[in-house]
Antibody
């Protein structure tokens, strides 16, 4: 069974930093691209970042230069380092795996975690 | 990287059909046959329902179907059931390993 478990969400002051983690099981992590997607309270989904199997990273414009996605294949883990946090970064952050039907890169993720809440306070 | 445009809400009676539109540009929806649709229930993670415009993952009922014309993709739910009541989001590949989601549509079963 595929499982993705996010952690690291917290209440953080504006301008602060936070590192999110996503531990996966049930599939060969090292060969798949992974994504972070966020959802502000009461709002829609927003694609944040992707890391390919060979660790090439891609970002939405609003987080470029502030967020860094990374992976540790030995630990089956995905990370999102978030710096210079803003009020608009407040959201539930989901990790998603580009497995199964999305393995060709045509969709974000066939499997998702339950999310971790990041709250940026002023 | 502007969000794709979806109607805020659609509704229908049990057994009826509803269609959700998803409008983008030639840089995303119109440029690739890589539109997917996700269903999200309150407090839950999104669930993939349609990928590559028309394809259904195993386990998704064939009452759900996807299509695309130009810069607009659509999701049709036929034979509407109570279990279909949820939020639905389209998502399109936008080139250079980036993706864009739609604004989301709430489906209400009357």
């Amino acid at each position: 069974e595929v499982q993705l478990v996010e952690s690291g969400g917290d209440l953080v002051p504006r301008g602060g930093s936070l590192r999110l983690s996503c531990v996966v099981s049930g599939f060969t992590f090292r060969i798949y691209s992974m994504h972070w997607v966020r959802q502000a309270p009461g709002k829609g989904l927003e694609w944040v970042s992707k890391i390919s199997a060979n660790s090439h990273a891609f970002y939405t414009d609003s987080v470029k230069g502030r967020f860094t996605i990374s992976r540790d294949n030995a630990k089956n883990s995905l990370y999102l380092q978030m710096n210079s946090l803003r009020d608009e970064d407040t959201a539930v952050y989901y990790c998603a795996s580009q497995t199964a039907f999305c393995s060709g890169g045509t969709c974000v993720g066939a499997d998702w975690g339950q999310g971790t809440l990041v709250t940026v306070s002023s | 990287q502007s969000a794709l445009t979806q109607p805020r809400s659609v509704s229908g009676s049990p057994g009826q059909s509803v269609t959700i539109s998803c409008t983008g540009t030639s840089s995303d929806v119109g440029g690739y046959d890589y539109v997917s649709w996700f269903q999200q229930n309150p407090g839950e993670a999104p669930k993939l329902m349609i990928y590559d415009v028309t394809k259904r993952p195993s386990g998704v009922p064939d009452r759900l179907s996807g299509s695309k014309s130009g810069n607009t993709a659509s999701l049709t739910i036929s034979g509407l059931q109570a279990e279909d009541e949820a939020d639905y989001y389209c998502c399109s590949y936008a080139g250079s390993h980036t993706y864009v989601f739609g604004t989301g549509t709430t489906v209400t079963v009357l």
